[in-house]
């Protein structure tokens, strides 16, 4: 039984995730009104679409398409850590992909969708595996397929099977945001962890 909860408790991560997103998606009330990311709403000072446009969804398809991407990153980075930390994790690299294209993409005036934040935690999770000596050649290879997808999108996606499904553009630009940002969390997180470990040491050496 014990066993049990600890590989259903793997899974509480995305099941945390999904079931805000069925929330919204599902709500008697019209939510994805209130919380989708609206680029003339946000700079009016509805600043928390730049974040909770994640998980709005145009319909019941892009819903889906996205529900399956998020477990094909948690098949691939089964997280491990306290839940708190992955909150933490989705939390900034939401508000980053938002940020991002608020400051840098003035043509986006809505997006909806967890795409671009599963973008995100993939291109995290594989930067850190690249910066791991174990994991090395695996994180290259993900990041590297992810990346060669994101390049990709930009050439003759319009009007894709994709578009069709979801009955609505796809927002290329929130992928790349998405890699992007992942790929700097991974890096800042590094960094911080290598000037930690010498502040620790200075700080246990003056209370000696």
């Not at 990311?37 to 600043?47: F, I, M, N, T």
């Not at 508000?95 to 291109?123: I, N």
Request: glycine share 8%; hydrophobic share 50%; charged share 15%.
């Amino acid at each position: 039984m014990h066993h049990l909860l600890e590989k259903l408790s793997l899974w509480a991560g995305p099941a945390v995730l999904i079931g805000l997103a069925c929330l919204v998606q599902f709500s008697p009330q019209d939510l994805d009104a209130l919380l989708r990311y609206d680029r003339a709403l946000v700079l009016s000072g509805e600043y928390w679409r730049i974040a909770s446009g994640h998980f709005t969804h145009t319909d019941l398809n892009h819903l889906l398409l996205n529900v399956a991407t998020l477990l094909l990153y948690w098949v691939l980075f089964p997280n491990r850590h306290p839940l708190t930390r992955l909150l933490i994790e989705v939390s900034v690299l939401a508000t980053l992909c938002g940020l991002a294209l608020v400051l840098f993409e003035p043509h986006v005036s809505w997006y909806m969708g967890l795409s671009g934040l599963v973008h995100a935690l993939l291109a995290l999770s594989a930067t850190q595996e690249i910066l791991q000596r174990e994991t090395r050649w695996r994180g290259t290879l993900l990041l590297s397929i992810l990346a060669l997808k994101v390049y990709s999108e930009y050439y003759g996606t319009e009007g894709s099977l994709v578009s069709r499904w979801i009955d609505a553009p796809v927002v290329h630009d929130a992928h790349f945001w998405g890699l992007a940002c992942g790929i700097v969390a991974a890096l800042c997180i590094r960094v911080g962890a290598l000037l930690g470990e010498p502040l620790a040491r200075g700080t246990g050496a003056l209370r000696r």
